[in-house]
């Protein structure tokens, strides 16, 4: 069954915002590290932004100041708010789960930002 659903992609132009939302599994989501990922085609996949079940974020320098993560813990979810889009943030955005013996994914969900 799907334990990672991520929605909330699309196309927006340069200098929009886009939330992203990953609705999870209450058994892997439930006192674990939640994050998100992100890979642009040709590229390797990247870590956008992560946080902790007591709700530590932290960000990769080339976002930091435009998003945002959180989390809901009682609706098992986790968000991403992205603002002042730039073309270079177009990638496939993943929702990862990190759990102590594995670690779970979405099946991601795209972002396309125009100039």
């Known amino acids: 069954q799907v334990q990672l659903v991520e929605s909330g992609g699309g196309l927006v132009q340069a200098g929009g915002s886009l939330r992203l939302s990953c609705v999870a599994s209450k058994s892997i989501f439930s006192g674990n590290m939640m994050a998100w990922y992100r890979q642009a085609p040709g590229k390797q996949r990247e870590l956008v932004a992560a946080?902790?079940?007591?709700?530590?974020?932290s960000y990769a320098d080339s976002v930091k100041g435009r998003v945002t993560i959180s989390r809901d813990n009682a609706k098992n979810t986790v968000y991403l708010q992205m603002n002042s889009l730039k073309p270079e943030d177009t990638a496939v955005y993943y929702c990862?789960?990190?759990?102590?013996?594995?670690?779970?994914w979405g099946q991601g969900t795209q972002v396309t930002v125009s100039s």
């Open positions: 946080i902790s079940s007591g709700g530590t974020s």
């Open positions: 990862t789960a990190q759990a102590l013996i594995q670690d779970y």
